[in-house]
C-alpha cells in the first residue's frame, strides 16, 4: 500500500495511492481515508486523480534520526573512516518540504550538496529499547529523502546541526510504501537529469534493523519518526536553477527546484 499527504479543494487528508507502480501520475488516483494511516484504514469514499491535488511531505514526525557514513564508499570519498557503531544526528521537523517544494540555499554556506537516502518510517507503536530481532515490527512503511547538506558549515562547525538543519533541508516523499523489501532497493540522485549518486541498500554497513535497535537505545522512537538511512558515494553541489531528483527502487522518485534564499 502507498500511503500519500495531500492538499485539496477540502483541506488536506492522508489517501491511499491507487495503480500500477511506475504508472506515470496521469495514471494514478489517490483514495481518501478517514484520519491517520496508523491502524485500521476506513476509506471516505472521495477520490481524485494525482494531477488534481498537491502531494505534501507524506509524514511530519516529532523527529528525522539520521544515520551518517553508512555507506563505505561515501565514507571514503569524504576522507572517513568506516564507523565501527552507527553515527546519529538529527534533523529538525522544520527542515521537511514535500515533492516540488524548493530547496533553498542558505546565505550562509556556499556549497550545498544532495543526500539521495531511503527512509524509514515507525509505525505503532513506536520502538524503545527494541533487539534487533524485534526492530522491523517497528517499521510502518518507507519512504525518499534528500539529506540536503551545508557541506562547508559541515567541515568547519565540527558537528552537524547547522549544516543539516536548515529549513528546506530534508525533502521527502513522494508517499510512503508499506510492502516494499528494503534489502536490496537502488538509489539514486539526478541533477537536471544526470545521475551523481547510485547505490543499492544492500550495501548499507547497518542494516534497517541494526539502526532502529541502536537508535531506540537511546531515544524512543515515535509513530511517524523518520529514520534516514545514510547515503551513497557521489554526493554534490547543488545550484539555483537547477533540480534534484531522488529515486528509490520499489517506491518512486522526489523531484525539487533548488533556488537562492529570498
Not at 491535488?53 to 544515520?67: M, T
Amino acid at each position: 500500500m502507498r500511503i500519500a499527504r495531500f492538499a485539496h479543494q477540502g483541506g488536506m487528508s492522508f489517501g491511499v495511492v491507487e495503480g500500477e507502480a511506475g504508472a506515470s501520475a496521469d495514471a494514478l488516483t489517490v483514495a481518501e481515508i478517514d484520519g491517520h494511516p496508523f491502524g485500521t484504514v476506513t476509506f471516505t469514499g472521495q477520490r481524485w486523480a494525482i494531477g488534481d491535488v498537491r502531494l505534501v511531505a507524506p509524514i511530519l514526525p516529532s523527529k528525522i534520526v539520521c544515520v551518517g557514513r553508512n555507506y563505505a564508499a561515501h565514507a571514503a570519498e569524504l576522507g572517513n573512516e568506516v564507523p565501527k557503531e552507527p553515527l546519529l544526528f538529527l534533523k529538525p521537523s522544520t527542515s521537511i518540504i514535500g515533492p516540488e517544494d524548493p530547496i533553498r540555499l542558505p546565505v550562509q554556506s556556499k556549497r550545498v550538496e544532495h543526500e539521495a537516502e531511503l527512509a524509514v518510517v515507525i509505525g505503532v507503536p513506536g520502538a524503545r529499547m527494541t533487539s534487533r530481532d524485534d526492530a522491523m515490527k517497528s517499521v510502518f512503511g518507507y519512504t525518499v529523502a534528500n539529506d540536503v547538506t551545508a557541506r562547508d558549515l559541515q567541515r568547519s562547525d565540527g558537528q552537524w546541526t547547522r549544516a543539516k538543519g536548515f529549513d528546506s533541508f530534508c525533502p521527502l516523499g513522494p508517499w510512503i510504501d508499506t510492502s516494499v523489501d528494503p534489502s536490496d532497493l537502488r538509489v539514486t540522485a539526478s541533477v537536471d537529469g544526470e545521475i551523481k549518486q547510485d547505490g543499492r541498500t544492500s550495501q548499507f554497513i547497518f542494516d534497517i534493523g541494526t539502526l532502529i535497535a541502536y537508535v531506540s537505545s537511546v531515544m524512543t522512537l515515535l509513530p511517524g519518526d523518520v529514520l534516514l538511512t545514510g547515503t551513497p558515494a557521489g554526493v554534490g553541489p547543488i545550484e539555483a536553477g537547477q533540480k534534484v531528483t531522488v529515486e528509490v527502487e520499489g517506491i518512486g522518485s522526489l523531484t525539487n527546484p533548488v533556488v537562492a534564499h529570498a
